[in-house]
């Protein structure tokens, strides 16, 4: 792996064609979310089978917590999609045939001539792609587990939320002030609504 993607440093905003054949970046999936990122060896892997089962398994927590996934193989794109339905996923998966983030991140697993894959990774990424954890999954106890990546969120949601702890000093005197901005979703919410000061009360 290439030396300079280590926890702090900024993952490449790489953009590739998903699995309908639209070019996407990292960037706009993750938007102002926690990312986990998967370097796939790709469909023809039982181990990647058996771990995106896992993450299928967990994305709807996932969904609830605010967090998102991408899968990047060096597969084309209908095998892309034969991927992602095997294995019942609902987030993004992307095609590099061309194997750009192999040879840009230097991770090409030389011990499968014949596939010429990347070696496994997971990252999970704070918002703005910034790096927070880079797990190898060339051996399959490498990759992390549920339990691993639900520390890992907890970890930088912890950090990136404001309203993380709501006896934080300031919140409430900011609640009853009217300002939402400190509370997570509500500056699109009243972007998108066009109101600057809603009534108090909970998240329906």
């Known amino acids: ?29 993750q938007g102002r979310d926690p990312l986990i990122v998967v370097l796939s060896r790709g469909h023809y892997c039982p181990e990647e089978h058996q771990h995106h089962l896992e ?76 790096i927070h954890t880079v797990y190898n999954g060339y051996w399959f106890w490498g990759r992390p587990t549920v339990d691993d990546l639900w520390l890992d969120l907890r970890a930088v949601t912890r950090e990136i939320r404001a309203d993380w702890d709501l006896g934080a000093p300031g919140l409430r005197a900011a609640w009853a002030a009217g300002d939402r901005f400190p509370f997570d979703g509500w500056a699109a919410r009243l972007a998108a609504s066009g109101s600057r000061s809603p009534e108090a009360g909970g998240e329906s």
């Not at 290439?2 to 999936?29: M, W």
Request: with cysteine; glycine share 8%.
């Open 1 to 29: 792996m290439r030396c300079d993607i280590t926890p702090g440093g900024t993952f490449p905003d790489y953009a590739l064609l998903d699995h309908v054949g639209v070019v996407r970046a990292l960037s706009e999936l």
């Open 55 to 130: 993450l299928a398994a967990f994305q709807s927590k996932l969904a609830l917590g605010c967090a998102g996934v991408v899968t990047i193989s060096t597969d084309g794109r209908p095998q892309v999609q034969e991927f992602r339905a095997s294995v019942d996923a609902r987030w993004t998966f992307l095609s590099d045939p061309g194997r750009t983030v192999q040879k840009d991140l230097d991770i090409q697993d030389y011990t499968d001539p014949v596939n010429d894959p990347m070696v496994p990774h997971i990252l999970v990424l704070k918002p703005g792609l910034v």
